[in-house]
T-cell receptor
Framework: DADVTQTPRNRITKTGKRIMLECSQT?????MYWYRQDPGLGLRLIYY???????NKGEISDGYSVSRQAQAKFSLSLESAIPNQTALYFC?????????????FGEGSRLTVL | GQQLNQSPQSMFIQEGEDVSMNCTSS?????WLWYKQDPGEGPVLLIA?????ELTSNGRLTAQFGITRKDSFLNISASIPSDVGIYFC?????????????FGKGTLLTVNP
C-alpha cells in the first residue's frame, strides 16, 4: 500500500461545484503539502502544514482552502470550482528530521472542471 | 518570488546516449534537489545536494551543486527506456521554521529503444 494516499484519483466536475481532495499518510510525518501540476508549469505549492494546528498559504492559494484534521490527514477544498483549476494535484509529506527537502508524494488526483 | 529556469524543456534521445539537464536561479539556494516523475505517478527524490561545489552520484545519475549556489545540473549516463519521465529540479532556502521548495518547470525525457 502507498504511504501517501490520495482520493479520488480522478474527478470530473462542473463549474461552481464544491470539491474536496483527501490525503492520508502512514509515514508518521508532521509536515504535509498540497501542490498543483500543470503542463509546462511544474509543481506549484498551494498550502502547507507543519503540524495539526499550523496552516500556511503557498504561492497559489486563492480559490483553495485546506483542513488538517489529524497528523495523518490533510484535505484540499475547492469551494466553487472553475475551469482553470483543472490540473493534477499532489499531496506530499516530509519529516524535518530526515533528508532535508525530501518530499514523499502521493500518486496524484486528476481534477477536470467543465 | 524565487524562480528556477530548467532546461531543456524536453529531450528525445536514443537508448545508450548520455543526458544532461540543468537549472539556474536568480537567487541563492542552500539545497538543490532532483526529482523524477514516472508517468502516472508522483515525483520521487533522486539526489539531494547540500554544499556548494558538491558532486554526488547515484548509479548512472550524477548531480552537482554549483559554486555560486545559483545552479545545478543532472547527468544521466547510458540512458535506458525506464529513464523516461519528467525530471524536476528544486531549490530550498531554509531559515527559522520556514520551509519551502521552489520547483523548476521540468524536463520531459523520452528514450527511444
Amino acid at each position: 500500500d502507498a504511504d501517501v494516499t490520495q482520493t479520488p484519483r480522478n474527478r470530473i466536475t462542473k463549474t461552481g461545484k464544491r470539491i474536496m481532495l483527501e490525503c492520508s499518510q502512514t509515514k508518521g510525518h508532521d509536515r504535509m503539502y498540497w501542490y498543483r501540476q500543470d503542463p509546462g508549469l511544474g509543481l506549484r505549492l498551494i498550502y502547507y502544514s507543519f503540524d495539526v494546528k499550523d496552516i500556511n498559504k503557498g504561492e497559489i492559494s486563492d480559490g483553495y482552502s485546506v483542513s488538517r484534521q489529524a497528523q495523518a490527514k490533510f484535505s484540499l477544498s475547492l469551494e466553487s470550482a472553475i475551469p482553470n483549476q483543472t490540473a493534477l494535484y499532489f499531496c506530499a509529506t516530509s519529516d524535518g528530521g530526515q533528508v532535508a527537502g525530501e518530499l514523499f508524494f502521493g500518486e496524484g488526483s486528476r481534477l477536470t472542471v467543465l | 518570488g524565487q524562480q528556477l529556469n530548467q532546461s531543456p524543456q524536453s529531450m528525445f534521445i536514443q537508448e545508450g546516449e548520455d543526458v544532461s539537464m540543468n537549472c539556474t536561479s536568480s537567487s541563492i539556494f542552500n539545497t538543490w534537489l532532483w526529482y523524477k516523475q514516472d508517468p502516472g505517478e508522483g515525483p520521487v527524490l533522486l539526489i539531494a545536494l547540500y554544499k556548494a561545489g558538491e558532486l554526488t552520484s547515484n548509479g548512472r545519475l550524477t548531480a552537482q551543486f554549483g559554486i555560486t549556489r545559483k545552479d545545478s545540473f543532472l547527468n544521466i549516463s547510458a540512458s535506458i527506456p525506464s529513464d523516461v519521465g519528467i525530471y524536476f529540479c528544486a531549490g530550498r532556502n531554509s531559515g527559522g521554521s520556514n520551509y519551502k521548495l521552489t520547483f523548476g518547470k521540468g524536463t520531459l525525457l523520452t528514450v527511444n529503444p
